[in-house]
C-alpha cells in the first residue's frame, strides 16, 4: 500500500463547479504539500500545512491530522485549473524527503 | 527573483554518453533537491544538499549518477555513461529549510536517451 494516496486519479468537471480532490496518508508528517503541475510540465507549490486550514483565492487546502487526510477544495472551477495536483508529504523524522502521491489529473470543460 | 534556473530544458543524447544539468536555486536558499519524474514511478528524490553538503543520496539511481554543489548558487547532476532508462524530467528545487518550508520548483530538464 502506497503511503500517499490521492482520489480519484482522474476528474472532469464543468466550468463552475466545486472540486474536491482527496489526500490520505499513513506515515507520520511535519506538514502536507499541495503541488500543482501544468500541462507544459512546470511544478507549482500550492501549500504547505500542518493543521487547520488556508485559502489562496479560488483555492482552499485543509487537513485532519487525527484522521490523516487532507482535501484540496477548488471554487468555481475554470479550466486553466486544469492540471495534474500532487499530494506530497515530509515525513516527520525525514521533513526535506517529501512522500508524493501518483497526482490527480483535472479537466476543466468550458 | 528568477526563480529556480535549470539548464538545459530539453535533452537529447544517445546511451553512453555524458549528461550534465545544472541548476541555480532561489538566492538566499540553503536547501537544495533533485528529483526525477517518469511516468512509471512518479516524483523521487534523488538526492538533498543543505548549505552545500549532500546529507541524503539515498535516491540516486547507481554509481553512473553523481551531484556536487560547488557554492551555493550551481548545482550539477551528471550521469555517465547514460542509458535509455535514464530518459525522465529531473527537476532541481528549492527551499529556505529543508521540508520544513515551501520547495520551488524549477521548470525541470526533459532528458531523452537514445
Known amino acids: 500500500k502506497n503511503e500517499v494516496e490521492q482520489s480519484p486519479q482522474n476528474l472532469t468537471a464543468q466550468e463552475g463547479e466545486f472540486i474536491t480532490i482527496n489526500c490520505s496518508y499513513s506515515v507520520g508528517i511535519s506538514a502536507l504539500h499541495w503541488l500543482q503541475q501544468h500541462p507544459g510540465g512546470g511544478i507549482v507549490s500550492l501549500f504547505m500545512?500542518?493543521?487547520g486550514k488556508k485559502k489562496h483565492g479560488r483555492l482552499i487546502a485543509t487537513i485532519n491530522i487525527q484522521e490523516k487526510h487532507s482535501s484540496l477544495h477548488i471554487t468555481a472551477s475554470h479550466p486553466r485549473d486544469s492540471a495534474v495536483y500532487i499530494c506530497?508529504?515530509?515525513?516527520?523524522?525525514?521533513?526535506?524527503?517529501?512522500?508524493f502521491g501518483s497526482g490527480t489529473r483535472l479537466l476543466v470543460r468550458p | 527573483d528568477a526563480g529556480v534556473i535549470q539548464s538545459p530544458r530539453h535533452e537529447v543524447t544517445e546511451m553512453g554518453q555524458e549528461v550534465t544539468l545544472r541548476c541555480k536555486p532561489i538566492s538566499g536558499h540553503n536547501s537544495l533537491f533533485w528529483y526525477r519524474q517518469t511516468m512509471m514511478r512518479g516524483l523521487e528524490l534523488l538526492i538533498y544538499?543543505?548549505?552545500?553538503?549532500?546529507?541524503?543520496d539515498s535516491g540516486m539511481p547507481e554509481d553512473r549518477f553523481s551531484a556536487k554543489m560547488p557554492n551555493a548558487s550551481f548545482s550539477t547532476l551528471k550521469i555517465q555513461p547514460s542509458e535509455p532508462r535514464d530518459s525522465a524530467v529531473y527537476f532541481c528545487a528549492s527551499s529556505s529549510a529543508g521540508g520544513r518550508e515551501t520547495q520551488y520548483f524549477g521548470p525541470g530538464t526533459r532528458l531523452l536517451v537514445l
Open positions: 544538499f543543505n548549505n552545500n553538503v549532500p546529507i541524503d
Open positions: 500545512l500542518s493543521s
Open positions: 506530497a508529504v515530509g515525513r516527520i523524522d525525514s521533513s526535506y524527503k517529501l512522500i
